[in-house]
């Protein structure tokens, strides 16, 4: 079955309806973390087929995107009547929708799942694509699956419900989809206020960022090619995030790939020519908007580390870079030296003020 995408001011109605075509024989499960479960689940909980699954909660925040969580979904499917014919339903962001997935995924070999992302991050990025997976030792996705949604459901219903950082964090995947698209979406995503306009109104500028990762994910479901365009500001944003992690002061993963962007568009206009007002329009619009990332001199060499185990690498001697020439026009596998990399980091962070 074809993934449907539905975008709805009304999530319950559009999930009852969704259910009822997928017709599942088997039992249904809803899978939340247990902020989500009580700020979201009462916008979808008037759905009738709702009535009769089996809730699953499990704790909030990335840090539980696990092996102990996926083992306690799959206890719970297992211990409550889960069948190859059941049904997961991922209510939340995209530390549910990635766990749930790869659960699903997983559980009797495959069953399907449908995906509710309740944060702007997960709407534009993890909810959809077919990417599934935990952390594991201290590295972001390490372990997982591609494995699509039979159905998401896309609704800015659940913003107001979110706090300022993760609606900042959601709009750092927004504009790099606008970056790989054209300079006519780019333009678009630079002029919209994240941080006063009613979130309701993203809803329009969420559905061109999904098209724009829908129709790249088509021509290249497993990250053959043409998708890995959509990794653009991601090694420097993995990187930032573990270094983060290991810390203990994690970073939204959007917010990282904000931060990323403007690095790999330093990069980009480096070694590419990347046009250099478009890159201080965005970093100029990441300085405005984002809080400044923390990170100086003295942390190079462990960033330039984790970049070399980012999964893109051919091996762990090159450090693969997703670039632009210009906004639409990408250049994929770019390896770039750990000078290189230092100089624009330096660049980056005079750029957002660090």
Not at 22 to 27: D, I, N, T, W
Not at 125 to 136: H, R
Not at 270 to 282: A, I
Request: proline share 6%; charged share 20%; hydrophobic share 45%.
């Amino acid at each position: 079955m074809k993934q449907k995408l539905i975008f709805t001011d009304s999530p319950a109605q559009a999930l009852s309806e969704l259910v009822q075509e997928l017709a599942p024989k088997g039992k249904v499960f809803i899978l939340a973390d247990n902020v989500t479960a009580e700020l979201c689940f009462p916008l979808v909980s008037s759905c009738a087929v709702l009535a009769d699954t089996c809730r699953i909660t499990l704790p909030a925040g990335d840090g539980a995107k696990n092996l102990e969580s996926l083992s306690a979904v799959w206890e719970a499917m297992t211990t409550n009547g889960g069948t190859r014919h059941s049904l997961l339903i991922n209510l939340g962001g995209g530390m549910v929708t990635d766990l749930g997935g790869f659960a699903a995924a997983t559980f009797k070999r495959g069953i399907d799942f449908i995906n509710i992302p309740t944060t702007l991050l997960s709407a534009v990025d993890a909810a959809v694509g077919g990417k599934t997976g935990i952390n594991f030792l201290g590295l972001k996705n390490e372990i997982g699956a591609f494995a699509p949604a039979v159905g998401v459901i896309v609704s800015a219903a659940f913003y107001a419900t979110l706090p300022q950082v993760e609606l900042l964090s959601g709009y750092g995947e927004l504009l790099k989809h606008a970056l790989i698209d054209s300079p006519d979406a780019l333009a678009k995503a630079l002029q919209f206020d994240i941080l006063t306009a009613d979130p309701t109104l993203l809803l329009p500028l969420v559905e061109e960022s999904v098209a724009v990762k829908e129709r790249i994910v088509a021509e290249d479901p497993f990250e053959h090619g043409l998708r890995r365009a959509l990794n653009l500001g991601h090694t420097s944003a993995h990187a930032l995030e573990s270094l983060a992690m290991r810390r203990n002061t994690p970073v939204p993963h959007g917010v990282a790939v904000a931060y990323g962007l403007v690095i790999d568009l330093v990069l980009s206009h480096l070694l590419l020519g990347f046009p250099s007002s478009l890159l201080h329009d965005v970093a100029g619009y990441v300085k405005r908007n984002y809080p400044a990332p923390v990170i100086d001199c003295k942390d190079y060499p462990e960033l330039i580390d984790l970049m070399r185990h980012d999964k893109k690498n051919i091996d762990a001697a090159s450090i693969d870079f997703t670039l632009l020439h210009a906004p639409g026009k990408v250049a994929l596998d770019c390896i770039v030296p750990p000078s290189e990399i230092t100089a624009a980091i330096d660049i980056a962070r005079d750029l957002l003020g660090v």
